[in-house]
């Protein structure tokens, strides 16, 4: 006998909020027959938060009469529970909740369909209830209340026992023995469940079943490479024209031969391709050629990994299929997005017993062994401390290539590698392109062919890349990992410990100092802030140079004696010791104060305390120069949104674009036909939340009903309108998807894909950015605010000082070049029809309009009207 069980809550913290509606359901684990259930609304003693009424529709109104948790209550609801065991979806949140109200269910074993979910439908790209339900085509109802959330996790439980029970013995083999290897009593009952009748294989049969597994693929890169005889336009044409289901444009066909004679003359080119032009087929089929008839690699570096598979799976491909020569291919990432086999063997057989987060982490990639065959990390999804897990795994250790490592032919980031080297075309990302050029081994040698998509990300990558950060709690890590492989190798070194600690205690004194500045800079009293340490730090903490020499002193003696240790154990820290010399690396360029002509010191606090300290290079520019732009003989930037008031200067300068050509292809889109920019003129400001605003999209979207993304700047300003729409849109079909409430992406995502004409979408620009919907099914676009960066933010804070007028120079710009972006994704073919809504009254109140009117195109349609005017005009249509 199981018991399925939901809450409903006034919120996310136990600690204050309250129970309003438990469901309780008593059903048979073998036959999942319901066999009792028990429901009832709970009285908070609260008033019921807005949005909770608006996600589980229970009101003030509905629990007045409701009975309160007293003793009574808790005392039905555990007799109804007992001794069963109890199923949820996402253990902790409920579990806690009820712990915290004295409900006596420490003792009952605990099951979760949570858990499961994430070992078998390791694919998925949401573990919520209700998304995974709607992907097992389960039937819904009543989202967001107890009894059916109850009813829809034995449903799932069904499903997921179909799955395990299902499974080829192999795949049972090797989960039967890592259950087995779990401290957990949950796992034990899993095992039990899905696995009775499979014999316990010992460690040596695990590692044999799970070489054979991997050495199943390892495909060499063997195509037969084929010269073109005759290398000239005509070639180049001739590919576009006997492309199936393709077009020949002539922007497109431009395009190719500007990069095929960069290529061939050793040029450097930025080119500004707009959508329609298809400007990844422009510089794959010149670099395929060029890489064929002079056996160069090209180098193509994209701005995401996932644009980066995109062109390997999808573009690359088709290529393969099509052209009518062989060449051969492949991607190429950073070394902590590989699985290493050596390292996963490491941490499963040096741990006695695995905890429940552990088992499950490490059956999801068991299982994920037997479909992979790029061994990448980043093709399944993860969860906060699945991350710790992973980082162990992966092939970001210098021992795994090694010629000590006995699986070193094992490993996929060896074989990647090799692969890479001997490849015509190798796609990369902007990252690795960056972290591989400041290293002292890098994978490619020298480049001499490159091509970079989306160029207009270079600036913000280059930051990221080459961002060095730590918190207290890893330098604890660091130090615990150190002191953990010299204890158990027996080397004995003399007051370590309390080298250490002397260690933490200055570094620890030091983040003190930094935190007292950021609270002063900290004018709004923000949770979390960011501070740029800059001069006024220096001036406050003149001693600080004596607190840096002894973190340094003392960095340097723990050097020295773990110097002392054998090779084998030396071999063993070298990680942590690398991580210690990042540390002392970061706390020296924060330290001087001369290091802001150079760097961005950054101190960063959160109200959990998770406090960490960080640096970054102030000129992405001239590190550009210096590192790639001087060293690469042909080089191509290409994207869509490069120039700012027709115009290049922008990019040249923040990218130090000194022997560039420049190019712009023109879009013969019409947009004037094709895309309508609406404007209203009397609802207000739109600086404070303006009601009047959400009134206005309300009344939009009562007209049209669906196929509509609002892009909005804060997770206020998202509550705000979830809170204005939701009910009464609600009663006409329309789901609010809210970044806010739905939390996850691919949630919202897969929602309005099917169905997009009841649906709207509320979210921040990163769901713009990340997440790929069909166009077909967004035809409204409303931008609340334009996209200025926030200025207390310290990178921004820091590179804004580089200018004599810094918003007209920096600020603008960023911000057009990212309106700029959400315009360019919205229209894909001469067919498509739009129409943006503009609620940032600046556009036609400020005197830098003009030049923000140059995010969009400008033979677009531009309409200054009143909202009821607009209104009017759009009921016509419907």
Request: with cysteine; net charge negative.
């Amino acid at each position: 006998m199981l018991i399925a069980l939901d809450l409903e809550t006034t919120w996310l913290e136990k600690e204050k909020d309250k129970i309003i509606e438990i469901a309780l359901i008593k059903f048979d684990e073998n036959t999942f027959e319901i066999i009792e259930t028990f429901e009832t609304l709970i009285n908070p003693l609260i008033p019921i938060p807005e949005v909770i009424s608006n996600i589980t529709n229970i009101f003030d109104t509905d629990i007045i009469q409701a009975p309160v948790l007293n003793s009574e209550l808790k005392q039905k609801i555990e007799n109804f529970i007992w001794n069963n065991p109890i199923l949820w979806h996402n253990t902790n949140f409920d579990r806690d909740f009820l712990i915290k109200n004295w409900i006596q269910i420490e003792e009952n074993l605990v099951l979760d369909t949570f858990i499961l979910s994430n070992i078998i439908l390791l694919y998925e790209k949401s573990l919520n209830l209700w998304s995974l339900c709607e992907s097992l085509d389960l039937e819904l109802t009543d989202a967001h209340r107890a009894l059916w959330d109850t009813i829809w996790t034995i449903k799932l439980f069904k499903e997921l026992f179909k799955k395990f029970t299902w499974l080829e013995k192999e795949k049972k083999e090797l989960l039967n023995f890592l259950f087995s290897k779990s401290n957990s009593k949950s796992f034990k009952y899993y095992k039990d469940l899905f696995f009775n009748n499979i014999e316990l294989i010992n460690e040596e049969d695990f590692i044999k079943k799970t070489l054979k597994i991997i050495w199943k693929y390892n495909k060499e890169n063997n195509s037969k490479q084929e010269e073109i005889e005759e290398y000239n336009f005509k070639t180049i044409k001739e590919i576009f024209e006997n492309l199936p289901n393709s077009e020949l444009r002539q922007n497109q066909l431009e395009m190719s031969l500007k990069i095929d004679d960069s290529l061939k003359n050793d040029k450097k080119i930025v080119i500004e391709a707009p959508t329609w032009v298809w400007k990844t087929f422009a510089y794959l089929i010149p670099g395929v050629i060029y890489a064929l008839k002079n056996k160069e690699q090209v180098i193509i570096s994209t701005n995401t990994k996932a644009l980066q598979d995109q062109i390997f799976y999808k573009d690359l491909e088709f290529l393969n299929k099509n052209l009518s020569y062989n060449f051969s291919f492949s991607k190429l990432k950073w070394k902590r997005n590989y699985f290493s086999i050596s390292r996963y063997f490491n941490y499963l057989f040096n741990n006695s017993l695995l905890d429940i987060d552990e088992t499950t982490f490490f059956s999801k990639i068991c299982l994920w062994l037997f479909d992979t065959k790029f061994w990448e990390l980043d093709e399944l999804n993860y969860y906060p401390k699945e991350y710790f897990f992973q980082r162990n795994i992966s092939g970001d250790h210098f021992l795994v290539l090694f010629e000590s490592n006995e699986y070193k032919l094992y490993e996929h980031l060896y074989k990647a590698r090799t692969i890479a080297q001997n490849s015509n075309i190798v796609i990369i990302n902007h990252s690795l392109l960056i972290q591989d050029s400041t290293s002292s081994q890098p994978l490619f040698g020298q480049i001499k062919n490159l091509i970079v998509d989306e160029a207009h990300n270079l600036e913000d990558t280059t930051t990221d890349a080459l961002k060095k950060t730590f918190s207290l709690q890893s330098l604890q890590e660091s130090i615990d990992k150190i002191l953990n492989i010299i204890s158990k190798s027996n080397f004995v070194i003399e007051n370590l410990d309390n080298k250490f600690n002397n260690l933490f205690w200055l570094v620890a004194l030091s983040f003190d100092l930094f935190f007292d500045y950021a609270i002063k800079q900290n004018t709004f009293w923000n949770e979390s802030y960011e501070a740029l340490l800059e001069k006024d730090f220096y001036l406050e903490n003149k001693d600080i140079v004596n607190l840096s020499n002894n973190i340094e002193i003392s960095l340097i003696e723990i050097f020295n004696h773990l110097q002392t240790s054998p090779d084998k154990i030396y071999n063993l820290l070298k990680t942590e010791i690398s991580n210690l010399e990042e540390v002392l690396q970061i706390l020296k360029i924060a330290f001087d104060k001369k290091s802001i002509l150079s760097y961005i010191p950054i101190f960063s606090y959160n109200k959990l305390g998770n406090n960490t300290l960080s640096y970054t290079i102030l000129n992405p520019g001239n590190f550009l120069n210096l590192t790639l732009w001087q060293k690469i003989d042909s080089i191509v930037l290409t994207s869509a949104t490069i120039k700012i008031n027709d115009n290049f200067e922008y990019i040249k300068n923040i990218l130090d674009l000194i022997d560039f050509e420049f190019l712009a292809f023109e879009s013969d889109f019409d947009y004037s036909k094709q895309a309508l920019l609406f404007i209203p003129n009397d609802l207000g400001s739109i600086k404070y939340n303006n009601p009047k605003i959400n009134e206005f999209i309300l009344s939009f979207l009562q007209i049209v009903l669906g196929n509509t993304l609002v892009l909005l700047t804060s997770f206020n300003s998202i509550k705000d309108l979830f809170l204005t729409l939701n009910i009464p849109l609600k009663k006409l079909w329309t789901s609010i998807l809210a970044q806010w409430v739905w939390w996850s992406k691919h949630k919202i995502a897969n929602h309005f894909k099917k169905y997009s004409s009841s649906s709207v979408i509320l979210w921040t620009d990163s769901f713009w950015e990340w997440v790929d919907i069909p166009w077909d099914d967004l035809k409204y676009l409303f931008i609340h605010k334009f996209p200025f960066l926030v200025p207390t933010d310290p990178i921004f804070k820091a590179r804004w000082k580089l200018y004599n007028d810094s918003f007209r120079d920096y600020s603008i710009p960023k911000a057009i070049i990212k309106t700029k972006q959400w315009f360019w994704r919205l229209i894909r073919t001469k067919k498509d029809t739009w129409i943006i809504i503009l609620l940032d009254d600046r556009y036609f109140s400020t005197n830098w309009w003009i030049t923000m009117k140059s995010s969009f195109p400008h033979n677009i349609n531009i309409k200054i009207w009143s909202s009821q005017s607009f209104l009017d005009l759009i009921k016509t249509k419907f």
